[in-house]
């Protein structure tokens, strides 16, 4: 993916300029946070809580995001250039991938939350997840053989998709009685979080994947950089996800020695977790 885009002369070394400090802050910040999240996420786990295991996939690809991001300053080295930007779209069609899997998930804990706390839906999901990372390969052929309309199309389907879970979540959270009040506003807000990140993330990127497809040019408004900088902060929103979809603080806390002491706080006496507030909180 080239990130530049022609404009005048006079402002091109001030949009390098700031999307290569953009790129650099993203690093600086997504990496620690990742680091951090991956422990609390080791934690949980070994302590024989339900493995997250799309949540875990989903950062798995900030990762190829941070090593195929752009180069914002030009790269000499072409087959260098075609690899990074292999392995970029690569990120970005494997994280669209497991944010579909993440809020139907969600969707499902609606409708079937008994099947989704099972250790057998557990082992699915790894496999699933298996299957998941083979699949965006055949997507990813459509742009190394140039058909980036269909790569857009096919970027595109997930949208209507996230925009019925959404609206039916809605509908099926405000029938649902047996699960409390603030567990529904949990799982309508991760669906809102996922449709949001990614309309402000992913689809200006798409769009101007598809009007340069369709050989159509924005006049006045650089979308092309814009949406370059936008795909630079999914890692900074990815992690947000997981403590979205996680429901116990008091879990999250526990994996750190310093903020041990604080756990009681979290707790209220007398307080019984139900059935459904535990399979929620995978």
């Known amino acids: 993916m ?13 949009i390098h300029t700031v999307a290569q400090v953009i790129s650099w802050v993203t690093f600086a910040i997504g990496s620690p946070v990742l680091c951090l999240v991956a422990y609390t996420l080791y934690h949980l786990v070994k302590t024989d809580h339900v493995t997250p295991v799309y949540i875990i996939n989903l950062l798995i690809t900030n990762i190829f995001s941070f090593i195929g991001r752009p180069n914002t300053a030009g790269e000499k080295n072409l087959i260098s250039a075609e690899i990074r ?15 579909v899997c993440i809020a139907q998930e969600r969707y499902l804990l609606v409708t079937r939350p008994v099947c989704l706390g099972s250790r057998h839906a557990v082992r699915s999901s790894a496999l699933v997840s298996l299957l998941l990372w083979v699949g965006p390969l055949a997507v990813l052929s459509l742009a ?75 006049e006045g408004f650089p979308l ?13 929103l990815d992690p947000l996800l997981f403590f979205c979809v996680h429901k116990s603080r008091r879990d999250i ?24 507030e535990t399979v929620a909180s995978v």
């Open 2 to 14: 080239d990130s530049n885009i022609t404009v005048s002369s006079s402002n091109i070394t001030s």
């Open 144 to 218: 190394i053989y140039g058909y980036f309309l269909w790569l857009s199309v096919c970027l595109l389907l997930p949208f209507p998709y996230f925009l019925f879970l959404c609206l039916d979540a809605v509908r099926a959270l405000s029938c649902s009685t047996t699960l409390p009040s603030q567990e529904k506003r949990r799982i309508l807000g991760t669906l809102t979080f996922i449709l949001g990140n990614y309309i402000v993330i992913f689809l200006p990127f798409i769009l101007n994947m598809l009007l340069k497809s369709l050989s159509v040019s924005v």
């Open 253 to 276: 806390l526990q994996a750190f020695p310093c903020c041990k002491g604080l756990v009681h706080h979290q707790e209220e006496p007398g307080s019984v977790p139900t059935i459904s």
């Open 224 to 236: 092309e950089t814009v949406a370059s900088m936008l795909l630079l902060l999914s890692p900074l």
């Open 85 to 99: 930007s292999l392995v970029f779209y690569y990120s970005v069609i494997t994280n669209i991938v497991f944010m």
